[in-house]
């Protein structure tokens, strides 16, 4: 079982940065057994795959952030990293956060444990 909580979000202009956290607390199997995703939800619009992490380390991210955003990881306090950069207008919405056990694809289906999401929103 695995509980998760974004934190970081807030009203940011555009060209700016922000760095979201999740937290996890994990029953059961260790944390860094997970890999952990970031998906965006804006107003009116399906949720959409942001970046990911595999357990090992691994990274991939939408070509709509790739340059701009990081994803990092530190196992040994649980927690998950998105680091923003040159934020846009486009980039407002809820972010969630996400947790699997195993997968090779990337949809919103494909993560069993998500957090409650945070408000990221980009003025011009």
């Known amino acids: 079982q695995v509980q998760l909580v974004e934190s970081g979000g807030g009203l940011v202009q555009a060209g700016g940065s922000l760095r979201l956290s999740c937290a996890a607390s994990?029953?059961?199997?260790?944390?860094?057994?997970?890999?952990i995703g970031w998906f965006r939800q804006a107003p009116g619009k399906e949720r959409e795959f942001v970046t990911h992490?595999?357990?090992?380390?691994?990274?991939v991210y939408a070509d709509s952030v790739k340059g701009r955003f990081t994803i990092s990881r530190d196992n040994a306090k649980n927690l998950v990293y998105l680091q923003m950069n040159s934020l846009k207008p486009e980039d407002t919405g809820v972010y969630y956060c996400?947790?699997?056990?195993?997968?090779?694809?990337?949809?919103?289906?494909?993560?069993?444990?998500w957090g409650q999401g945070t408000q990221v929103t980009v003025s011009s």
């Open positions: 994990v029953s059961g199997r260790s944390f860094s057994t997970y890999s």
């Open positions: 992490i595999r357990w090992s380390g691994g990274t």
């Open positions: 996400a947790a699997r056990r195993s997968g090779t694809t990337y949809g919103p289906s494909d993560y069993n444990y």
